[in-house]
């Protein structure tokens, strides 16, 4: 099974800071990537698929790069709604597997 | 607007049973893989399990196959989670996503609470 590896497991940042979150695969998986923003008490939303398409409402603030092992979620000018808990999953498998999760939080 | 509601979930002791349900409204229930995510206390989110749109695939992840069944009636719109053997490490929120080829999964429902629990 493809493992993926996210880092760090905790970000501590300020408004209007760049946050950058990396999820490693432990295999190939081209492009197929999602990252996923998840709030208490609420389901994970979709943000990214595809390693870099912006899902329809998502700020473009957000951004995703990568392909292949490595792949990176960038947060550009973070806004008081971005303190949440994000998640990288492959879809590249039979199977899925998301990352450990990254949560930033106010510094 | 596509629409997934959880049901089944509650407290159970270790080695029990329990059924979770998950309605799909909104879209079209039979042309999409179905997935089950949980979320134990404190970690993150695993991957069950999936099955296709015609049932014809289905997979689990290793700590619930042989334990965890995933099956789905499409002219109910439902999609249903039977676990049995339940060891407290499976307590979590259960959510049923909607998955998209290109997207991922692309809706999420509210998710259902499974406690096991001596």
């Known amino acids: 099974d493809i493992q993926m590896t996210q880092s760090p497991s905790i970000v501590s940042a300020s408004v209007g800071d760049r946050v950058s979150i990396t999820c490693r695969a432990s295999?190939?998986?081209?492009?197929?990537l999602a990252w996923y923003q998840e709030k208490p008490g609420k389901a994970p939303k979709l943000l990214i698929h595809?390693?870099?398409n912006l899902e329809d409402g998502v700020p473009s603030r957000f951004s995703g790069s990568g392909s292949g092992t490595e792949f990176t979620l960038t947060i550009n000018s973070l806004q008081p709604d971005d303190f949440a808990t994000y998640h990288c999953?492959?879809?590249?498998?039979?199977?899925?597997?998301f990352g450990q999760g990254t949560k930033v939080e106010v510094k | 607007e596509d629409q997934l509601v959880e049901s089944g979930g509650g407290w159970v002791q270790p080695g029990g049973s329990l059924r979770l349900s998950c309605a799909a409204s909104?879209?079209?229930?039979?042309?999409?893989?179905m997935n089950w995510v949980r979320r134990a206390p404190g970690k993150g989110l695993e991957w069950v399990g999936k099955?296709?749109?015609?049932?014809?695939?289905?997979k689990y992840a290793d700590s619930v196959k042989g334990r965890f069944t995933i099956s789905r009636e499409n002219d109910k719109d439902s999609l249903f989670l039977q676990m049995k053997s339940l060891r407290d490490d499976d307590t979590g929120l259960y959510y049923c996503?909607?998955?998209?080829?290109?997207?991922?999964?692309?809706?999420w429902g509210q998710g259902t609470a499974v406690t096991v629990s001596s």
């Open positions: 595809k390693a870099s």
């Open positions: 909104g879209f079209t229930f039979s042309a999409y893989t």
């Open positions: 295999q190939s998986i081209s492009s197929w």
């Open positions: 999953q492959q879809y590249s498998s039979e199977t899925r597997t």
């Open positions: 099955i296709s749109s015609s049932s014809s695939s289905i």
């Open positions: 996503t909607k998955e998209d080829y290109y997207h991922g999964m692309e809706v």
